[in-house]
């Protein structure tokens, strides 16, 4: 996950791809672990 979002292109590729790279001066390490968490705790409290 961490990959993706520093990174999305190295992990899939397509025509039109709008998602850019967050880099650390974007969104440092803590911040990006708290999106994880995040991202994991509203997959399991999904309605």
Do not use: E, N
């Amino acid at each position: 996950m961490k990959q993706y979002i520093r990174d999305p292109r190295s992990i899939c590729a397509w025509p039109d791809m709008k998602m850019h790279g967050f880099d650390k001066s974007a969104l440092s390490d803590a911040d990006l672990d708290a999106v994880i968490v995040y991202l994991g705790y509203m997959a399991k409290h999904k309605k």
